[in-house]
């Protein structure tokens, strides 16, 4: 009789905080965190999800507190927040009650896949890398229903960061990225930067640190549910926030 498949045992002491800051992702929440437990499940992977939840007005804290009930508190910790305080300090926020010694950060609006998490743990015990980024421009990477003034943005962008700032990294204002959780507590401790510019400061201030970077090419879908964040005061910020490292980096 053919035994039936076991799932691979990887406890080797190694755990991951993924954080997920949330602001009206009622519709996204329940698929996303359903992916991630599909995935960690089936690689064996120790992991624990934070939700920071930045008091949505649409009702997704109480959308995070029914997963909670499915999946248990030792896997959904619930970390909300009053108001709606920015990206960096959701992460300080998140890394504050994170236990894992690896922090994995990605969007909570399915524009990241979870399938790509245990490329990004491959990637890191191969190399021992610092800091593992996803990349929409290397290799079979690629962003999809994005409209050709978001994907020109976002190329343009990018192309303007690698010759100011030669970051030694391709995809500088992706946030998907898994750290080592003292790296990523050092970057915080350093990064000045808020909003669009903030996740392209991380890798900049990483490169200056002279720690590794590792790159997994991963596929970003543009969110399903609820509107893009990107307008053009991002545009304006992510500029100005553009010069500012070049100046002082």
């Given at each position: 009789?053919?035994?039936?498949?076991?799932?691979p045992?990887r406890?080797?002491?190694?755990?991951?905080?993924?954080?997920?800051?949330?602001?009206?992702?009622?519709?996204?929440?329940?698929?996303?965190?359903?992916?991630?437990v599909?995935?960690?499940g089936?690689?064996?992977y120790?992991?624990?999800?934070?939700?920071?939840?930045?008091?949505?007005?649409?009702?997704?804290?109480?959308?995070?507190?029914?997963?909670?009930?499915?999946?248990?508190?030792?896997?959904?910790?619930?970390?909300?927040?009053?108001?709606?305080?920015?990206?960096?300090?959701?992460?300080?926020?998140?890394?504050?009650?994170?236990?894992?010694?690896?922090?994995?950060?990605?969007?909570?609006?399915?524009?990241?896949?979870p399938?790509?998490?245990?490329?990004?743990?491959?990637?890191?015990?191969?190399?021992?890398?610092?800091?593992?980024?996803g990349?929409?421009?290397?290799?079979?990477?690629?962003?999809?229903?994005?409209?050709?003034?978001?994907?020109?943005?976002?190329?343009?962008?990018?192309?303007?960061?690698?010759?100011?700032?030669?970051?030694?990294?391709?995809?500088?204002?992706?946030?998907?990225?898994?750290?080592?959780?003292?790296?990523?507590?050092?970057?915080?401790?350093?990064?000045?930067?808020?909003?669009?510019?903030?996740?392209?400061?991380?890798?900049?201030?990483?490169?200056?640190?002279?720690?590794?970077?590792?790159?997994?090419?991963?596929?970003?879908?543009?969110?399903v549910?609820?509107?893009?964040?990107?307008?053009?005061?991002?545009?304006?910020?992510?500029?100005?926030?553009?010069?500012?490292?070049?100046?002082?980096?």
């Amino acid at each position: 009789m053919a035994s039936r498949k076991s799932q691979p045992n990887r406890d080797n002491g190694d755990k991951y905080s993924i954080l997920l800051p949330t602001y009206n992702e009622r519709e996204n929440l329940p698929l996303i965190v359903w992916l991630l437990v599909k995935y960690f499940g089936e690689s064996g992977y120790n992991y624990e999800i934070i939700v920071i939840d930045d008091g949505s007005p649409d009702g997704t804290l109480e959308v995070a507190e029914q997963l909670q009930k499915i999946y248990g508190e030792d896997k959904i910790l619930l970390r909300p927040r009053a108001k709606k305080l920015g990206l960096g300090t959701a992460y300080i926020h998140g890394m504050k009650h994170a236990t894992g010694n690896f922090i994995i950060i990605m969007d909570a609006d399915l524009s990241h896949h979870p399938k790509f998490i245990p490329e990004f743990i491959e990637k890191q015990k191969e190399g021992n890398y610092d800091l593992v980024s996803g990349t929409r421009y290397q290799g079979n990477g690629g962003v999809y229903g994005w409209d050709l003034r978001r994907k020109l943005i976002s190329r343009g962008a990018n192309f303007l960061t690698q010759v100011l700032l030669r970051p030694g990294a391709s995809d500088l204002t992706g946030s998907f990225r898994l750290y080592k959780k003292k790296v990523l507590e050092s970057l915080m401790e350093r990064c000045v930067s808020k909003g669009y510019v903030f996740q392209m400061e991380m890798i900049v201030r990483a490169r200056q640190l002279n720690y590794t970077i590792g790159e997994v090419p991963i596929s970003f879908v543009d969110r399903v549910y609820g509107e893009s964040k990107l307008g053009g005061n991002e545009i304006v910020s992510f500029v100005k926030g553009l010069l500012t490292l070049f100046a002082t980096t």
